[in-house]
């Protein structure tokens, strides 16, 4: 089954709640009345009425019977700034906590997931990604467990989907992110439907290669096994290693991941980001993402240079990871 069928399978029933804090965006906008109308999500969409409107009029959308809020009126504000103050614990007085609220609509669709009046939250349209992720880690913040979040890409062509990691947020991770990166990855792909199958990426492929970098991969892979036994992990592996099972037979013939990786941990960013980019455009793969990881609740990023389908995707993703929150 494509992915995208399962997960539509997997979140039609349930219909979450998924907030788009950037209403005004005629790519957002669209998205938001496909999902509607395909009965995946329940969209609430954040913006004034009126500019809504006048986008949707321009883009020949229709909005009808849509659920918009726009923040200057909304009923339930005093609540949101309750819960923000009692949230940051101090950093933030009921004044300042209501002037972020109602001039950020990334702080206030954020506050709404985190209310629950809503199950999940996409943006980065119209924003950078410090402007999705900074609150969502002051106000929903991590799971037990995790001090950082990550950022993953689904990488999906024709039948074969792979998860790689971090593509989008720890510039120089340490042994410790990279080992919690690997068990997160690996709970990401379960929740698209990948059997994981964890590889810590390097140069060297089991002590070829000594330096700071690799011995910082080999503490990760140890760390990552002891917290989880149960997943199949291993590096330090050089991605030819990781991936083709003759190359695997030959530089890694003990390994339970060699030649059959389809989680893929970079230990950089730029590792990551070089990485997934190369595949996607000399690949042909499609790059679904970033996704972050570890949060309470889902928070997803899109690129500013995003279209309609690229909204309607990662909110079907964002749907999945409250039905797996929902359910766990």
Do not use: W
């Amino acid at each position: 089954m494509q992915l995208f069928d399962m997960l539509e399978q997997k979140i039609k029933a349930h219909q979450p709640k998924i907030v788009f804090p950037e209403g005004i965006d005629a790519r957002v906008l669209g998205a938001a009345v496909r999902l509607k109308k395909d009965g995946l999500v329940t969209p609430v969409v954040i913006g004034p009425r009126v500019q809504i409107e006048e986008t949707a009029a321009a883009n020949g959308i229709d909005v009808t019977g849509l659920d918009t809020i726009d923040p200057a009126s909304y009923a339930g504000i005093d609540e949101l700034v309750a819960s923000f103050v009692e949230r940051r614990k101090g950093k933030a007085t009921e004044e300042q906590a209501r002037a972020v609220i109602l001039k950020d609509v990334n702080t206030f669709g954020t506050m709404l997931v985190h209310t629950g009046q809503a199950e999940g939250l996409v943006s980065g349209a119209m924003h950078a990604t410090g402007d999705t992720v900074r609150p969502a880690l002051q106000i929903i913040k991590m799971q037990e467990g995790y001090k950082k979040t990550s950022g993953v890409f689904i990488m999906v062509r024709d039948d074969e989907q792979y998860v790689f990691a971090d593509c989008a947020i720890n510039i120089a991770p340490d042994a410790n992110d990279l080992a919690e990166n690997a068990i997160a990855s690996a709970k990401t792909a379960k929740t698209f439907g990948i059997d994981p199958k964890v590889a810590l990426l390097s140069f060297s492929t089991k002590g070829s290669a000594k330096s700071p970098e690799t011995e910082r991969v080999v503490e990760a892979t140890r760390i990552a096994k002891e917290r989880a036994p149960e997943l199949a992990i291993d590096g330090e592996l050089q991605f030819d290693a990781a991936f083709v099972p003759s190359v695997a037979k030959s530089k890694a013939p003990e390994s339970d991941v060699a030649g059959q990786a389809n989680v893929f941990i970079f230990p950089s960013l730029e590792a990551g980001n070089i990485g997934y980019k190369i595949a996607q455009r000399l690949g042909g793969f499609e790059a679904i993402g970033p996704i972050l990881q570890g949060l309470n609740k889902p928070v997803n990023d899109l690129s500013r240079g995003c279209n309609e389908e690229d909204v309607y995707k990662l909110a079907i993703i964002t749907a999945a990871q409250a039905v797996e929150e929902r359910q766990a």
